[in-house]
């Protein structure tokens, strides 16, 4: 099985610009989940999606937004990039999504640059 | 609220050297744990996890691990290190909703 995939790879943005991120999970996986990497936070969850529904969000401000389509794909979306919106956005796909907790997959991750 | 907690932000090993990283978590109900590893400008790939039974469990390149309750601990370890295993190293719980929460990470030199 293809493992989950993520686009672009890396994107330069400046600041005041938004971006939007791409993510296809593991064929099946149903739940997807995005996390943001940063040197100084860390891995930190952003939300999750399932049945192109959000169940859970993390502790980011409304510029960060996502969605889930029909084929479980899904996209994250920044608005109004900031300098520290520098990071490596991750994500992460898991089976049915009905368990309590599944062993989530990761991607290669996006690498974003705001200047 | 959890939280995982990994003491040792940088470790030097050397080649063929055992291999122990520390791992504490707090959360108040049954923990889902997980060791995952990223090597530069990568993502995670799962080394293992544990979800319930038996509290040693065994996970890929050789890699193990240890649940102890008594200890909030989820200890990795490796009786031989290679030089290809230098990486980043997470620890990680998982919570209801299917949400993770990671330690800040070990970094693994290992030399010759």
């Known amino acids: 099985k293809a493992g989950v995939t993520q686009t672009p790879r890396y994107l330069i943005k400046t600041r005041g610009q938004q971006v939007t991120l791409s993510c296809s999970p593991i064929?099946?996986?149903?739940?997807v989940s995005w996390y943001q990497q940063t040197p100084g936070q860390g891995l930190q969850f952003l939300f999750e999606?399932?049945?192109?529904?959000?169940?859970n969000k993390g502790n980011f401000p409304g510029r960060f937004s996502g969605r889930q389509f029909s084929n479980s794909r899904s996209e994250m979306n920044v608005s109004t990039l900031e300098l520290g919106d520098s990071a490596l956005y991750l994500c992460?796909?898991?089976?049915?999504?009905?368990?309590?907790?599944?062993?989530?997959?990761f991607g290669p991750g996006t690498r974003l640059l705001v200047l | 609220a959890q939280s995982v907690t990994q003491p040792d932000i940088h470790i030097t090993v050397s080649e063929g050297a055992s291999l122990e990283l520390r791992c504490n978590y707090s959360y108040g109900a049954t923990p889902y744990l997980f060791w995952y590893v990223q090597s530069p400008g990568q993502g995670l790939q799962l080394l293992l996890k544990y979800f319930s039974g038996d509290t040693l469990v065994q996970g890929i390149k050789g890699f193990e691990a240890e649940f102890k309750r008594s200890q909030s601990s989820f200890n990795l370890r490796k009786p031989s290190v290679h030089w290809s295993d230098a990486a980043e190293y997470f620890c990680a719980v998982g919570v209801r909703g299917n949400q993770f929460y990671f330690g800040t990470g070990t970094s693994l030199t290992v030399i010759p």
């Open positions: 992460a796909s898991s089976g049915t999504g009905l368990g309590v907790v599944e062993t989530q997959y």
């Open positions: 999606y399932f049945s192109e529904t959000q169940r």
């Open positions: 064929s099946g996986h149903r739940s």
